[in-house]
T-cell receptor
Framework: DGGITQSPKYLFRKEGQNVTLSCEQN?????MYWYRQDPGQGLRLIYY???????QKGDIAEGYSVSREKKESFPLTVTSAQKNPTAFYLC????????????????FGPGTRLLVL | AQSVTQLDSQVPVFEEAPVELRCNYS??????LFWYVQYPNQGLQLLLK??????LVKGINGFEAEFNKSQTSFHLRKPSVHISDTAEYFC???????????FGTGTKLQVIP
């Protein structure tokens, strides 16, 4: 079955530690995204990538980093610079973004809940 | 800039009753509009979207939405809800000239047996 997988389901971070969230898709989508979800705030875009080896900052990129070495994979690292990392993190993918806009349906993974010890 | 407002954070409704979840957007240019549903501890799933053409859009699970340009609204409706519709619903807007989708803060639909 085609889809998006995220791991782990739960992740605990200690003070000053970097942690990496995994996102893999087998939908043959070019575009991938990372969102952060906090209660009552909806989804906020952290990073997105339209093609391998290229990615762009979203609205809240500070304290996060990404890589896109393979079409199928878009891991997110939450660095120690992110002072409030507790949230639900969602990865999504879509077909190539149409020129000039995000028209395409985004397909979401099941999410990773990050908690701070 | 584009923005989207979901005024109702929670909507309780009895089973088999109709429901309307409200969504208003702000944009000075043409928009694309989406409704996504999120079941507890899961990702989001597309219910329906409006790109152009007919203003009445039908989606999955019996939901529909109507694009109203003059009122800048894209309300989601279902004539008869089921217990399984209990979830959080997100309205989202995208503008051709902006490289992003903006999500609303979500509306939790609670279907009461």
């Amino acid at each position: 079955d085609g889809g998006i997988t995220q791991s782990p389901k739960y992740l605990f971070r200690k003070e000053g530690q970097n942690v990496t969230l995994s996102c893999e898709q087998n939908l043959n989508h070019d575009a991938m995204y990372w969102y952060r979800q906090d209660p009552g705030q909806g989804l906020r875009l952290i990073y997105y990538s339209q093609i391998v080896n290229d990615f762009q900052k979203g609205d809240i990129a500070e304290g996060y980093s990404v890589s896109r070495e393979k079409k199928e994979s878009f891991p997110l690292t939450v660095t120690s610079a992110q002072k409030n990392p507790t949230a639900f993190y969602l990865c999504a993918s879509s077909h190539t973004m149409a020129a000039g806009g995000f028209q395409e349906t985004q397909y979401f993974g099941p999410g990773t809940r990050l908690l701070v010890l | 800039a584009q923005s989207v407002t979901q005024l109702d954070s929670q909507v309780p409704v009895f089973e088999e009753a109709p429901v309307e979840l409200r969504c208003n957007y702000s944009s000075s240019v043409s928009v694309y509009l989406f409704w996504y549903v999120q079941y507890p501890n899961q990702g989001l799933q597309l219910l329906l979207k409006y790109l152009s053409g007919s203003t009445l859009v039908k989606g999955i699970n019996g939901f529909e939405a109507e694009f109203n340009k003059s009122q800048t609204s894209f309300h989601l409706r279902k004539p008869s809800v089921h217990i399984s519709d209990t979830a959080e619903y997100f309205c989202a807007v995208s503008v051709a000239s902006y490289q992003k989708v903006t999500f609303g803060t979500g509306t939790k639909l609670q279907v009461i047996p």
